[in-house]
């Protein structure tokens, strides 16, 4: 009988072992076949890919982007604006979309204009959901080789915020796989 149990009990050990092996390969294999689950509401909910970008990143392109390591981040990522991932840093890649590239002006008052034509679903809220302050970007002349990215949903964390991000870490055009966007 404690043989049985024993044996019983390696037998679910090794199935428990199989099992997180198993998981943690098809997590891999998603992370570097360009798989990636979007469980924030700044665009659809569901399953995406990161495209390999085959030409130079265009105004209206929807990318998947690694936000720079840098105070403003750490600060989103503290507050809880951005997920953990595999990014430098700790982050999770943004899904938003190429609104302005390098040598657009981009203005900011209560809403966002570029190259002085407004941009649609645009509001700069000063506060966020916990009423706590909210930087935001000054404007200005987006730097060659970066992008200012923006999301229809107002609760958005985008470039209204923090400015242009680097192209450096685009990983590539976001497609969509399987979504749901309520």
């Known amino acids: 009988m404690k043989g049985d149990a024993i044996s019983q009990s390696k037998a679910a050990l090794r199935l428990i072992l199989v099992g997180i092996i198993a998981m943690?390969?098809?997590?891999?294999?998603?992370?570097?076949?360009?798989?990636r689950i979007n469980t924030t509401p700044?665009?659809?909910l569901g399953l995406w890919r990161a495209q390999p970008l085959t030409r130079g990143i265009r105004v209206g392109d929807r990318v998947f982007i690694c936000p720079p390591d840098n105070d403003v981040f750490?600060?989103?990522?503290e507050r809880s604006y951005l997920?953990?991932?595999?990014?430098?840093?700790?982050f999770g890649p943004l899904i938003k979309t190429v609104v302005a590239t390098g040598g657009q002006r981009v203005g900011i008052?209560?809403?966002?204009t570029i190259d002085d034509r407004p941009l649609a679903n645009?509001?700069?809220?000063?506060?966020?959901?916990?009423?706590?302050?909210?930087?935001?970007?000054t404007g200005g002349v987006v730097p060659q080789n970066f992008v200012f990215l923006?999301?229809?949903?107002?609760?958005?964390?985008?470039?209204?915020y923090f400015g242009p991000i680097p192209l450096s870490g685009v990983l590539g055009l976001a497609e969509e796989v399987l979504i749901y966007a309520p």
């Open 24 to 35: 943690a390969t098809l997590l891999s294999l998603g992370w570097f076949g360009g798989y």
């Open 109 to 112: 008052q209560d809403f966002v």
């Open 150 to 160: 923006h999301s229809d949903f107002a609760g958005s964390y985008d470039s209204r």
């Open 42 to 44: 700044s665009s659809a």
């Open 122 to 137: 645009s509001p700069i809220a000063n506060l966020d959901s916990r009423r706590r302050p909210l930087s935001r970007f």
């Open 74 to 77: 750490r600060l989103a990522k």
């Open 83 to 90: 997920r953990l991932g595999l990014c430098p840093g700790g």
